[in-house]
């Protein structure tokens, strides 16, 4: 009797060891392995015999999952349980507690096992002393992080830049943007944004930007992104020494990233701020580095932050160049 239970008990483990998900093509074709996600109308099934298979939704006739799944619908309601297949272009999710399966029309199917919405982030820092002859220490700190879903991102970003020689300061500025972005489709989103700035040697005590406006992404490849923005914006300037001012402008904004060949990538963010009150008077802020990755999260980079003013303070210079080389992380 013992060993009939071994047998019977090592059956199941060989039954449970073979059983696969299945997934129903039109063309009558069925593809086994793992159901492992389904994002942006392609369904992945990791199979014994050829890896990843991705399958375009609008050619499955139905599944079976061996293990439960999580079914995302596109009125955003969240089923989870094993799925069987239903009538023709439809399917069943076998969710615990219900008295039965969940009747659900594949075409209203959105998700399976979405991954959760996380931040994502990197830090930067580039860093300069000596000691001797000259006295000198400089170091420049970025930190960025963003949350990106199929329908919004959230952006904030800091820049710090501190130097003194001999004791003395000679430089001590800060940026900050935080961004929240709509998206209509994928290629256009509105934007509200507010950017803060101060620096000391710009009789500058605190800056902000307030815009609102839209954007539309031209390219976005694996080689190459590219977004144009252009919105309204509100200036408020806190001056330590000269008058205080506030006006309406504008800020037209291009993004640029571009992979290059030996793992190098470019990227370069313009930033143009027209005076509504003042033709005369705009500012523009540029952005761009050069980096490599070391792997494992770590990256070389050097860049430069230009930043201008037509009309600055009396005795302030238009234009401002930070250079920098240093080290980022990306989290």
Do not use: C
């Not at 509105?190 to 390219?219: M, Q, R």
Request: glycine share 10%; hydrophobic share 40%.
């Amino acid at each position: 009797m013992r060993g009939s239970w071994i047998v019977v008990a090592l059956l199941g483990m060989s039954a449970a060891a073979w059983a696969e998900d299945q997934v129903k093509l039109k063309n009558g074709d069925v593809v086994t392995g793992k159901v492992t996600s389904l994002a942006g109308g392609k369904l992945v099934v990791e199979t014994t015999y050829a890896g990843k298979v991705t399958i375009d939704w609008g050619q499955v006739v139905s599944v079976k999952s061996d293990a439960p799944i999580k079914v995302t619908l596109v009125t955003g309601e969240v089923l989870e349980g094993k799925v069987v297949p239903g009538q023709e272009g439809r399917l069943k999710v076998e969710t615990l507690g219900a008295a039965a399966p969940v009747d659900v029309d594949l075409t209203r199917v959105k998700y399976f096992n979405q991954p959760p919405v996380q931040w994502h982030g990197k830090l930067t820092f580039a860093g300069k002393i000596t000691d001797g002859n000259t006295d000198t220490k400089s170091f420049l700190a970025t930190a960025e992080g963003t949350r990106e879903s199929e329908s919004d991102l959230f952006l904030l970003r800091a820049i710090f830049h501190y130097g003194q020689q001999e004791g003395v300061l000679t430089e001590r500025n800060s940026y900050g943007i935080g961004k929240y972005e709509s998206k209509f489709t994928p290629e256009l989103y509105g934007y509200i944004s507010e950017e803060l700035s101060s620096d000391t040697f710009k009789d500058i005590s605190l800056e902000s930007i307030t815009s609102v406006g839209a954007g539309y992404n031209v390219v976005k490849a694996s080689w190459m992104d590219l977004s144009l923005e252009a919105g309204v914006a509100y200036f408020s300037t806190n001056f330590k020494v000269a008058p205080d001012d506030s006006h309406m402008g504008a800020r037209v904004a291009a993004n640029l990233r571009v992979a290059l060949p030996f793992h190098l990538e470019f990227k370069d963010l313009f930033i143009i701020y027209p005076n509504f009150k003042d033709s005369q008077n705009y500012q523009f802020r540029n952005e761009a580095s050069l980096g490599t990755s070391l792997g494992g999260g770590w990256d070389l980079l050097g860049g430069v932050i230009t930043e201008y003013e037509n009309k600055p303070s009396p005795g302030i210079r238009k234009m401002d160049d930070t250079y920098y080389l240093g080290f980022g992380y990306t989290f």
